[in-house]
């Protein structure tokens, strides 16, 4: 089976061939374009997809070594994300099914983020407990199989990149917030200022923006209102906020792992590149003797391989969609399987 994936959600515009089950192109167009407004503008982000997509597909199939008739499945991410580039994606891919006369999958992109592991050499082994980490969701799942999703925690407000992103636009680094404030913080003691870890009801539970609160009192008292911080503070502060984050999420999946009896463990999303979340996650993983697959750097972003692969398994699966799946920002369900989520 050779299968074409496609990706915009946000702003990267990706695409991707799965052939005879081996990833053969990954192609990703990122935005940067966005780091002068401070954060992602969402009309700019569709007018950019609309403009690379059709190139990348055909630079896609092209390293592929395939063309459109050699294609006998197309996937795209269908939610959530920023309503218009998803349209982009989700009409394109739908579009090229309808006119190939080729079957489709619209994907939920949290779930090729789960599932993202597998994408590696060394795969995961069910049950997996997955902790997504990303600018827009932080979620801690127990993942029994292919089809079995069980939503053990999410936030109750702020995801752990958008803290990073909010925290480092407050600290004057600018966007995007996470590789600046890792980059910062490599040089500061992660033990120098101690910021809170949020405690809610249910164990499983997260909760950024009081941590967000707490950065900002902090540089309210000590420096006072419109005060610039001093940059020789600046790597103690980040490495400090860092930590928390890192401390909160591994929290968390500690208390799941005591609870539920798995055999991997996988870190996906965007925050995932974050070498101090890596090296945590690895660490637990190490203490309670489990196997743990963390995705490649370029599988953590948003990517259409993940995309493919989650779609192809689906197909495989015995999923069958209409073109008439819609695109959806958000998550409406507590279900995490695509055709609960695309209705």
Known sequence: MNVLGIESSCDETSVAVISEGKLKANLISSQDFHTKYGGVVPELSSRAHLQIIVPLVKDALSKAELNLDNIDLICATAGPGLIGALLVGLTF?????FSLNKPFVPVNHIEGHIFSGFLMEDKPEFPILVLVVSGGHTLLLLVKSDEEIIKLGTTVDDAAGEAFDKVSKLLGLGYPGGPKIQNMAKDGDPEKIKFPVSTLKNPYGFSFSGLKTAVL???????????????????????????????????????????????????????????ALRNAYENLAIKYHKKIVIPDFVFCGDNAAMIAYRGMKLYQLGRRYSLNSNAYPGLSSDSFITNALTK
């Open 93 to 97: 891919g739908k579009s090229l099914a």
């Open 217 to 275: 009192r902090y540089v309210q008292k000590k420096y006072g209102e419109g005060t610039s911080i001093p940059q020789n503070d600046l790597p103690d502060l980040t490495a400090s906020f860092q930590a928390t984050v890192v401390k909160t999420l591994i929290r968390n999946a500690e208390k799941a792992l005591k609870e539920f009896d798995v055999k991997s463990l996988s870190l996906v999303g965007g925050v995932a590149a974050n070498k």
